[in-house]
């Protein structure tokens, strides 16, 4: 475990760097720094075509990196986020290829973490994949994160605050609403926050 200065050095230099959310630990590295983002592929083994999110601090961030977004995502916004909720809707000119794997969309997530937040609002967008090998399952204790990639990152460990359950993934790309991926968060959950969710 390194202290929040160390780990913030390592990330403005365009390091990869361990870091806690509520869900599992995540591998975090600035999003739009190529090599940044190279070295979080290479420390996971994980194949170049396989897009990555944007880990953001705010709505308008959001809103600067998409484009036709639906009319209710401020009210999505204010239900969920920052939470176990990531939200794929259209990428704009702004996504770097390297994030989204030259896909027409991309992935936004806003772990609720205050240290990861305020990294996030420091050197945001930033991405942030579970910090295990590909294909293994997701990191969820910190040392145990370190030893599977081999010593070659630091981060801060705080294992009491992951709950180890994925995220809901929500596509919002479509004319209609999709759960890629069902997290914490229900579609039963989302309705009732958001009735103007088209299923």
Same mark, same amino acid.
């Given at each position: 475990?390194?202290?929040?200065?160390?780990? #913030?050095?390592?990330?403005?230099? /365009?390091?990869?760097?361990?870091?806690?959310?509520? %869900?599992?630990? /995540?591998?975090?590295?600035?999003?739009?720094?190529?090599?940044?983002?190279?070295?979080? =592929?290479?420390?996971?083994?994980?194949?170049?075509?396989?897009?990555?999110? $944007?880990?953001?601090?705010?709505?308008? *961030?959001?809103?600067?990196?998409?484009?036709? !977004?639906? #009319?209710? +995502?401020?009210? $999505? =916004?204010?239900?969920?986020?920052?939470?176990?909720? %990531?939200?794929?809707?259209?990428?704009?000119?702004?996504?770097?290829?390297?994030?989204?794997?030259?896909?027409? %969309?991309?992935?936004?997530? $806003?772990?609720? @973490?205050?240290?990861?937040?305020? +990294?996030?609002?420091?050197?945001?967008?930033?991405?942030?994949?579970?910090?295990?090998?590909?294909?293994?399952?997701?990191? %969820?204790?910190?040392?145990?994160?370190?030893? &599977?990639? *081999? @010593? !070659?990152?630091? /981060?801060?460990?705080?294992?009491? #605050?992951?709950?180890?359950?994925?995220?809901?993934?929500?596509?919002?790309?479509? *004319?209609?609403?999709?759960?890629?991926? &069902?997290?914490?968060?229900?579609?039963?959950? $989302?309705?009732?926050?958001?009735?103007?969710?088209?299923?």
């Amino acid at each position: 475990m390194a202290d929040q200065a160390a780990v #913030a050095e390592i990330l403005a230099a /365009g390091g990869a760097v361990v870091l806690p959310t509520e %869900t599992v630990y /995540g591998l975090f590295a600035k999003a739009l720094d190529q090599q940044a983002v190279k070295r979080v =592929y290479d420390l996971k083994r994980r194949p170049l075509d396989r897009a990555m999110n $944007l880990n953001v601090a705010s709505l308008e *961030d959001i809103l600067a990196y998409s484009k036709d !977004q639906p #009319a209710y +995502l401020a009210k $999505l =916004y204010q239900a969920f986020l920052p939470g176990p909720l %990531t939200i794929i809707l259209k990428a704009n000119d702004k996504v770097p290829s390297w994030v989204n794997s030259g896909l027409s %969309t991309v992935g936004f997530r $806003l772990p609720d @973490h205050p240290l990861t937040q305020e +990294l996030i609002r420091e050197y945001g967008p930033l991405i942030g994949p579970s910090s295990n090998l590909s294909g293994q399952a997701s990191g %969820t204790v910190f040392e145990d994160i370190v030893e &599977q990639l *081999d @010593h !070659q990152v630091i /981060g801060i460990a705080d294992d009491s #605050a992951i709950q180890g359950l994925d995220s809901t993934i929500l596509d919002l790309s479509g *004319d209609r609403a999709n759960i890629l991926r &069902q997290g914490i968060i229900s579609k039963e959950a $989302l309705l009732e926050a958001v009735p103007e969710l088209n299923f």
